[in-house]
């Protein structure tokens, strides 16, 4: 039997998702990348502040929709209330797989690597050189295990969970930008090697572009758990575009810490595998290492209020398809006592487990990043045809619609197409591709299978009255 999930969580838990769902590898590894490509300090700051204005168009857009379906399942529902339950269960398992599960070992490698990192050379001295190789992996494998035995505990014990680890991580990254913006080693003329980009450039902005919309993920963490937090049609705005809206404030202040740690010139000549912890970089260039290695262990933990929250957001996934018998009947039970999706905390964990072994960060990032993009496009879609729908109680609208939908397709369109176009990243983009039209085949194989089996299709379209956990 499907069960009623609780309503036990309040504002501050939906902020700390999204805060936490938002804040994580993205913002500690992109602007390296793209620092070294590109060497154009203010153009990073307008990068990052294009991907701040397409995250609050993408989280309007959100939160019309959660507050008119205030369920849990997030883009499955979504999905699934504008255009039908196929294309729901097409959402579904690829938000559960590329939104969530994939992201959930991205920043499980970045922190183990954080963590990892100040003890490398005396590590390398007392243990094998082939089992080294697997401490970054093992170690966030440790990881994914403990937070979610953590979120497995209870409604009360998963919210004390995310709200210590988001606010420890949110204290130790403003009090790193403090500490920076007051050290005398910053050197504000490195923004003279700011430049309007020429034509070979534009590509590298559009990867760049990829980068930051991933590291801008998660505005929409709180709209999984819509279902579970109590009196939706007022908190969820405040969580959604609070969160969002903070998030990037941080985000333009850590980029320019990071411009005016490091020089944009010298970091053209580092190699790509040592530009990705640009947190770390910055750090060790304004305090040198004895500050810099706790720190690095520092953010690494502060990692797992990220963990914590993918684990948490997107473990409803499953219950909300588990409902309409599109996944695994036992993703939508919850432990008899503690009122939680076990079954489903634990399947995203092992999944995302087997990814953290699959490859190494930048290749699982890259992967993660394009398809991330391409998902939260499919879903913005759904807005148009849910704003038609008459039976849905529209207490809230997206201001300017359709132009803040409009703005956030156009984008992303823009980032995908030139990340096939660009040699380096057009494997993991065309992998990207090739799980979305897999899972695309898939699901419509299963789909057409359970009409032919049911005699008669599933009565769960825009024209039919939804179902409600």
């Known amino acids: 039997m499907i069960e009623q999930s609780p309503r036990g969580y309040g504002l501050s838990t939906g902020v700390f998702l999204v805060v936490a769902g938002m804040v994580g590898a993205g913002i500690l590894t992109s602007s390296g990348y793209t620092l070294r490509d590109t060497a154009n300090p203010a153009g990073l700051l307008l990068l990052w502040a294009v991907g701040g204005l397409m995250a609050l168009c993408g989280a309007w857009c959100v939160v019309e929709m959660a507050t008119a379906l205030p369920q849990v399942g997030g883009d499955y529902i979504f999905a699934r209330e504008a255009f039908g339950p196929g294309a729901g269960m097409v959402a579904g398992w690829l938000s559960f797989l590329i939104g969530f599960t994939a992201p959930t070992a991205v920043v499980a490698r970045l922190a183990a690597n954080y963590i990892v990192k100040p003890f490398g050379e005396p590590l390398r001295t007392v243990i094998p050189e082939s089992f080294y190789a697997y401490l970054e992996p093992g170690l966030a494998t440790v990881l994914i295990v403990c937070i979610t035995w953590g979120h497995c505990l209870g409604h009360k014990q998963s919210a004390l969970l995310q709200t210590v680890t988001t606010l420890g991580k949110i204290f130790v990254l403003l009090a790193m930008v403090v500490a920076a913006l007051l050290s005398p080693r910053i050197d504000w003329s490195h923004f003279e090697s700011s430049h309007w980009p020429d034509r070979s450039e534009w590509s590298t902005w559009a990867v760049g572009l990829i980068y930051v919309g991933y590291a801008y993920a998660g505005w929409n963490s709180a709209a999984y758990i819509a279902g579970e937090i109590r009196n939706p049609g007022k908190l969820l705005p405040w969580a959604i575009l609070g969160g969002c809206i903070l998030v990037t404030t941080l985000y333009l202040l850590l980029n320019l810490?990071?411009?005016?740690?490091?020089?944009?010139?010298?970091?053209?000549?580092?190699?790509?595998?040592?530009?990705?912890?640009?947190?770390?970089?910055?750090?060790?260039?304004?305090?040198?290492?004895?500050?810099?290695?706790?720190?690095?262990?520092?953010?690494?933990?502060?990692?797992?209020?990220?963990?914590?929250?993918?684990?948490?957001?997107?473990?409803?996934?499953?219950?909300?398809?588990?409902?309409?018998?599109?996944?695994?009947?036992?993703?939508?039970?919850?432990?008899?006592?503690?009122?939680?999706?076990?079954?489903?905390?634990?399947?995203?964990?092992?999944?995302?487990?087997?990814?953290?072994?699959?490859?190494?960060?930048?290749?699982?990032?890259?992967?993660?990043?394009?398809?991330?993009?391409?998902?939260?496009?499919?879903?913005?879609?759904?807005?148009?045809?849910?704003?038609?729908?008459?039976?849905?109680?529209?207490?809230?609208?997206?201001?300017?619609h359709p132009l803040p939908a409009l703005i956030y397709l156009g984008l992303s369109t823009w980032t995908i197409v030139f990340s096939l176009m660009d040699g380096q990243k057009f494997f993991p983009t065309l992998l990207s591709l090739v799980t979305v039209i897999f899972v695309v085949i898939v699901s419509g194989f299963i789909f057409s299978a359970r009409r032919m089996v049911a005699g008669n299709p599933t009565s769960a379209g825009p024209d039919k009255v939804p179902r409600h956990l």
């Not at 797992?304 to 039970?333: C, I, K, N, Q, T």
């Not at 964990?349 to 991330?372: E, K, M, N, P, R």
């Not at 939260?376 to 008459?390: K, N, Q």
């Open 257 to 400: 810490v990071y411009i005016l740690a490091l020089d944009p010139v010298a970091m053209r000549m580092r190699p790509i595998g040592e530009v990705g912890p640009v947190a770390d970089l910055a750090m060790r260039e304004l305090f040198g290492p004895a500050l810099a290695n706790p720190l690095s262990v520092v953010l690494g933990l502060g990692l797992v209020a990220s963990l914590s929250s993918y684990l948490l957001a997107g473990s409803r996934l499953p219950v909300a398809m588990a409902h309409d018998g599109l996944f695994f009947r036992m993703a939508g039970r919850l432990h008899n006592t503690r009122q939680t999706p076990v079954f489903a905390l634990w399947i995203q964990a092992f999944l995302a487990i087997g990814l953290c072994w699959s490859g190494s960060f930048l290749q699982i990032l890259d992967y993660t990043s394009v398809g991330l993009t391409l998902v939260s496009a499919l879903v913005i879609c759904s807005i148009f045809p849910l704003r038609r729908r008459v039976d849905l109680a529209h207490a809230i609208r997206c201001p300017g």
